[in-house]
């Protein structure tokens, strides 16, 4: 049912995940989260996702260390007496009731790569997978939907990418981003 | 050189011969994997987002290596403001060309039956000209920025108005 590197990948991701979130040391929780992200990049490629692989592993894995350890070096190293953070009772409580929740719906998810899958919406799904590389000429049918039948929801992401600079720029007053 | 000495983040930096010759070794294939991403993404999985992260993500890659300080006086502000201005701009540019025909924003067939070029070079056009750009420009931007941080002092008595 599962495969040998499936098993191996999901115990992996769920014990980065657990370690970043008990640990004391920001350094380390830093640290942790990068191979988490790298965990999911592989996790992603598994489920055939490459495109979303492929992000997780330089925006999730590399930029986003990056930026946090470049945050965390401005601060002061604190000393642990303990490794490992206190559990919040309310908190783990209000946690465990969700993961509960979300465990109960696992069961009505279809397996992976089953063809008689239900979607979501089936006349739409449908419609892009017939007619993408007609109406298009590309073959990827995920560059067609993104930058051809859904391209202004494109546009406003892309958007969101540069506002997010011009926020920081903002943020930071800085009128650069390098120097002049 | 000097006047970066007084910031924590540059200073944190440590001259290390594996990492600087991993870097070496490693960023010409991830800046062409990325270009390949973003060249290729009609034909294959990636696209412009991607593309533009991993190419950004090299220059992070050579600034941890090499130090920030140096890097960033080698990226020029220029480059990065034309690299995500433009972007934006040629995306709204590719879309609003339709809207001389007549016809909807970034409806990309007009390109086809008006202008006689393929579809797909709309689409890539969008790809290559628009999201990459201002991908890489942004992630490579955050990264100066943040790296040279906040410098309050200076700015807290100009902000009272």
């Known amino acids: 049912m599962i495969s040998a590197f499936g098993a191996v990948l999901f115990v992996f991701i769920l014990v980065t995940a657990l370690a970043a979130a008990v640990l004391r040391d920001i350094l380390a929780v830093i640290i942790i989260s990068g191979a988490y992200s790298l965990g999911m990049a592989l996790f992603y490629a598994f489920l055939l996702a490459p495109d979303v692989a492929m992000t997780e592993a330089a925006i999730g894995a590399g930029v986003t260390t990056l930026l946090l350890l470049l945050t965390v070096t401005r601060t002061v190293r604190q000393d642990h007496n303990r490794a490992i953070e206190r559990p919040n009772v309310p908190a783990l409580l209000v946690c465990g009731g969700f993961l509960i929740v979300l465990l109960m719906t696992v069961a009505e998810f279809p397996v992976v790569g089953d063809p008689a899958i239900a979607w979501d919406n089936p006349a739409i799904t449908q419609y892009y997978i017939d007619n993408a590389y007609k109406d298009t000429g590309v073959k990827n049918a995920v560059t067609a939907v993104l930058a051809g039948y859904r391209g202004f929801d494109t546009f406003g992401e892309a958007m969101v990418v540069f506002l997010a600079g011009m926020a920081a720029l903002l943020v930071l007053k800085r009128g650069v981003f390098t120097n002049e | ?161």
């Open chain 2, 1 to 161: 050189m000097s006047d970066a000495e007084g910031e924590r983040g540059l200073s944190a930096y440590t001259e290390s011969q594996i990492i600087m010759t991993t870097v070496r070794l490693v960023a010409p294939f991830s800046l062409t994997y990325g270009l390949f991403l973003m060249f290729h993404s009609a034909d294959s999985s990636g696209g412009g987002f991607q593309g533009g992260a991993i190419a950004g993500a090299t220059v992070l890659m050579i600034a941890f290596a090499f130090g920030i300080g140096p890097t960033r006086d080698w990226v020029k502000n220029q480059t990065l403001v034309v690299m995500t201005a433009g972007g934006v701009a040629m995306f709204a540019l590719i879309g609003l060309i339709p809207m001389l025909f007549g016809d909807a924003f970034l409806a990309h067939p007009v390109f086809k039956t008006e202008l006689g070029i393929k579809t797909k070079y709309a689409l890539e056009g969008v790809e290559i000209l628009g999201i990459a750009p201002i991908v890489a420009g942004i992630v490579t931007g955050l990264f100066f920025v943040i790296a040279s941080g906040f410098t309050a002092e200076e700015e807290e008595v100009a902000t009272d108005d």
